[in-house]
């Protein structure tokens, strides 16, 4: 029996990850979760940074997504990739499931400018600082992924990198 996989879109913010994600779904058939929603209603009056508030974010994650695997053979979600309960959620569904990363890229400049104009009532809000920030540790992480995708400007083979990754995966 193949093992459920996973794909994990992991970038800066701004990247392009949540369109990729919907790409994957509304293409592919493959079923893409908003974890920002969870974040979002959990979040309180806590600020972003708040560590017991980003533990209990990657713990929501990896609940939701395992209960989400119960009913689907595949789902993609996304995140920045940054902070040790990341790592530790990560790892948590390697053990469970094929788990594919993906890494997400576009310019800083470019980042910045879609977090500035998206729609911030699905979003958490952050500001231009936060994202400069956020966005600088997730390239000094330099996460290795098993794909990569550049997300600049214009992208039209985005959908065909997108189906490229999914084939070469689902005839692993």
Known sequence: MRRKKVFLLIGQKGSGKSYIGKLFEEELGIKFIRVEDWAK???KDRA???EDYIRQ???EIEVGIRNILEANDRVVFESTGLTEFFDKMLANLKSNFEVVTIGVFAESKLCLERVRNRDQSIHINVSDE???MINQKVIEKNMKTDFKILNNEENDDLLEQI???VKMELES
């Open 48 to 50: 972003v940074n708040n």
């Open 41 to 43: 209603r959990i979040k």
């Open 57 to 59: 974010v990657f713990e």
């Open 130 to 132: 936060q994202v400069t």
């Open 163 to 165: 189906k490229n990754i």
